[in-house]
């Protein structure tokens, strides 16, 4: 059995995998004054909850955009699993070939989320993830990761609405039945979800336009199941694609 970890700036996600099947996947937040052992004690508590025993996992596998949390999950690993932890970054085999100035700057997210999708439904490729930003990945018909386009999140971009106009209140992240709202809470939802929505369709066409083909769409995320709802652009949304990514990183550097 597998555990794998994706450690991002909002929220860690564990997966925890019986051969190729996803059998359990939770979420912990992310939080650098938490130390490992508190980690691994939540950790040990959810897998207990899920009927899967510590002892029973042989593996482990991290992407991680948040380095102090790397160390600790790394720790994790070998105190909770006695496991040496394959972490994604330099020295490790991807499968991915980084066509990019800088293949460096390619944080581990984008590679495992790529080597997933590409793995999935072959190339060409775009892979939108939802996250804490907005991230277009570009796959080429080899599966080589192309480059980027990157924004402001959903959540992020609301959020920065709210605090710095004084007279907006906050509201649910939920799409609006008209796109021209009645009261200030539609008129928000309408400008912060179909914003969204439109900004996703214009860098989609962009992007096509560019590498002159018609790339197939892939979302994954929190949020994607949300945006989807409101695009014909996004033909298939995988929330767990970082952790499929995982696991394949994990068979790799295990062969």
């Not at 021209?180 to 539609?186: M, T």
């Amino acid at each position: 059995m597998l555990a794998a970890f994706d450690l991002g700036n909002t929220q860690v996600t564990v997966g925890v995998f019986d051969g190729p099947a996803l059998r359990s996947c939770f979420r912990l937040a992310s939080d650098l004054g938490r130390p490992s052992e508190e980690y691994g004690l939540l950790l040990s508590g959810l897998l207990a909850r899920e009927g899967i025993p510590c002892e029973a996992i042989d593996g482990t596998a991290i992407a991680s955009v948040v380095p102090p949390l790397t160390e600790r999950f790394t720790e994790l690993s070998e105190r909770l699993f006695h496991q040496c932890a394959v972490v994604v970054g330099a020295g490790t085999r991807t499968g991915v070939h980084v066509a990019t100035h800088n293949p460096r700057e390619v944080g581990p997210d984008r590679i495992v989320n790529a080597a997933a999708a590409f793995d999935l439904y072959g190339g060409p490729l775009i892979v939108i993830d939802f996250g804490t930003a907005t991230a277009f990945d570009v796959i080429g018909a080899d599966g080589s990761y192309l480059g980027a386009a990157i924004a402001p999140g959903l959540a992020l971009s609301a959020e920065a609405l709210f605090r710095h106009a004084s007279r907006l209140h906050r509201v649910d992240l939920q799409t609006p039945r008209n796109v021209v709202g009645k009261d200030s809470a539609s008129a928000l939802q309408s400008g912060v979800m179909l914003g969204h929505v439109a900004m996703v369709e214009g860098m989609v066409a962009r992007i096509r336009s560019e590498m002159g083909h018609r790339s197939t769409v892939v979302a994954t995320g929190d949020l994607a199941p949300a945006i989807a709802e409101r695009t014909s652009v996004i033909e298939h949304v995988e929330p767990h694609l970082a952790l499929l990514g995982l696991r394949l990183m994990h068979e790799l550097n295990q062969r």
